[in-house]
């Protein structure tokens, strides 16, 4: 192999690495659909438990315990980070709740509308957390999703609430993990590991009253529940591998296959409603997002400095003239 072929192996391998993950997280509902007669909250408990299992399963597999271990005491004497795991575990948890109970309540449609718009609530927890400026094209972008969301809460009487959820907890999510700056194997871990108490606590609730699903089940379904911990973890892995290895602009781009693949399901498979309301207000948010990835390029910039420059102008005008 040629020195020169390494980075294009390097890149191809993030790609591919990056369009798994997003296409196996694009036909999850596909999954939960399979054991939609089982509640939200008990999937949610097997989720956190056998994801738990697994990940630690990979930390022994990879020999990655040193790390692990080092990762973990360096949190534990750390208040801001212990503090912003468990953040990030809850609010991960409320998305994997809020994901399962709206697929298996037949809103896969509004699924795909959450991350279509995570990218921009993302933009705007810059500005009002982190103190960031919106630049031209990202305003505009954020107008435009603005308006999609505010079609549909007009037409349909409400809030599209199971949307803005996943796409707020999520955002909320990636900030927390930002701050961290954990490798996706220990973070994982760790978030699947606090809740797990809590999670097993459920299930054996669930056993002494009778009403468990797990010990009365057919083996497909506890098969499926218990491979909730590979189809959870899995994804992760592969989009941490595609993030190392590719740069934020060409990720950024690769991330709408996994709503667009959901919406695709909702509709073509399962016959979710998708009126002329979603179309506006989806084509809104579309346009949205490509003028939000297009807004580094170079005529978008040119665009943008010709704007400031009239603006500029006009003001020293009106300066003269007073």
Request: hydrophobic share 50%; proline share 3%.
């Given at each position: ?123 705007l927890l810059g500005v009002t957390v982190l103190k960031e400026r919106l630049s031209l094209w990202q305003t505009v972008s954020f107008v435009l999703a603005a308006l999609g969301v505010t079609n549909m809460a007009m037409h ?145 910039m040119n665009a943008e400095e010709w704007v400031r420059d009239c603006k500029g102008r006009r003001e020293r005008e009106e300066k003269v003239s007073s």
């Amino acid at each position: 192999m040629n020195i020169g072929d390494k980075p294009k192996n390097e890149r191809l391998l993030g790609i591919l690495s990056a369009a798994g993950a997003y296409l196996l997280w694009g036909i999850l509902p596909v999954y939960w659909k399979q054991i939609s007669q089982i509640s939200a909250y008990e999937i949610l408990a097997h989720r956190i438990i056998w994801s738990c299992a697994f990940m630690f399963f990979v930390i022994v597999a990879t020999r990655g315990q040193k790390q692990f271990f080092e990762e973990t005491a360096a949190i534990c004497h750390c208040r801001k980070k212990l503090l912003g795991l468990i953040m990030a575990s809850l609010l991960i948890s409320a998305n994997w709740l809020i994901y399962i109970w709206a697929v298996n309540a037949n809103r896969v449609v509004e699924t795909s509308l959450g991350y279509y718009i995570n990218p921009l609530v993302n933009v705007l927890l810059g500005v009002t957390v982190l103190k960031e400026r919106l630049s031209l094209w990202q305003t505009v972008s954020f107008v435009l999703a603005a308006l999609g969301v505010t079609n549909m809460a007009m037409h349909f009487g409400a809030v599209p609430w199971v949307s803005l959820s996943l796409a707020i907890t999520f955002a909320l999510y990636g900030m927390c993990k930002k701050i961290l700056g954990l490798g996706a194997i220990t973070s994982t871990t760790l978030e699947t590991l606090i809740v797990s108490p809590a999670a097993l606590a459920y299930l054996l609730y669930l056993a002494g009253q009778g009403s468990g699903s797990f010990a009365v089940a057919s083996a497909l379904t506890m098969s499926l529940l218990m491979g909730a911990g590979a189809v959870t973890a899995i994804p992760l892995l592969l989009f941490a591998s595609g993030a190392n290895r590719l740069p934020l602009s060409l990720l950024g781009f690769i991330q709408y296959l996994s709503p667009t693949i959901t919406l695709a399901i909702g509709v073509g498979l399962y016959h979710e409603a998708f009126t002329s309301v979603h179309l506006v207000s989806f084509s809104l948010i579309w346009l949205a997002l490509t003028v939000f990835s297009l807004a580094g390029t170079r005529p978008f910039m040119n665009a943008e400095e010709w704007v400031r420059d009239c603006k500029g102008r006009r003001e020293r005008e009106e300066k003269v003239s007073s």
